[in-house]
């Protein structure tokens, strides 16, 4: 678990919770947050990027739609 | 296609975290990890866009937010439901039993609306600043702090952790809460 005396949270108005809410949840976000990326990278993200490059000079994917 | 080793080393990285923002997002790993190979392909394809020396990080993010955005819409109903039966639908992974651990969690999350979601995710756990958060999610600053207040209130109410300041309840109870076993 990690410390967390971090930056106060924005806004302090409108019924906002306290430190130690705020904390707890932050807490949890994080564990769960913390969890996946702990996974790492799953092979098929390695081995499309590998196909990717290996598609060189096709010139595209199957990806056609608007720019990000 | 040509991809710079660096670029793409960078790019690979960003998986994890793309990953847990794409599975907070959407509550399922399936489709977390279709919309995170989506991305890739399209930030990949567009890399030219990228400006060099800005933060690949949340560029990426932003192309999964949008991503993720204009899925949504097609399938609105089954994305965001209200009433939580949706949480059934929540995918774990088998190997991966600390998925339950959380599950409350993402029950909780898949109730919020989705502005206040994913301005949650970003500020609370991907450690984006509120400036930054309301690049990826093109709004000002100012709404990004007012959706994550309104988001951690909900939460809170949801996961039922008040705080003392608002029920004062008495000091074993917090004890409690504060011990809680994740």
Redesign the interface.
Known sequence: MRSETSRS???GS?????????T???Q???????????????D???E??KR??Q??G??????E?S?? | MKIDDALRDSVLAAVPKLRAFAISLSGNVDRADDLVQETLLRALTHIDSFQPGTNLQAWLFTILRNLFRSEYRKRKREVEDADGHYADSLITHPEQDSQMEFKELRVALSKLPQDQREALILVGASGFSYEEAAKICECAVGTIKSRVNRARTRLANELSIEGPSDLAPDASVRAVVADKPR
């Open positions: 949270v924005g806004g409108s019924g906002s919770l306290d430190k130690e809410t705020q707890k949840i932050g949890q976000l994080r564990a769960m947050y913390d969890d996946v990326v702990r996974q790492g990278v799953p098929r993200f390695s499309l990027l990717l490059e598609d060189e096709s010139g595209r994917v199957d990806d739609e720019k990000p």
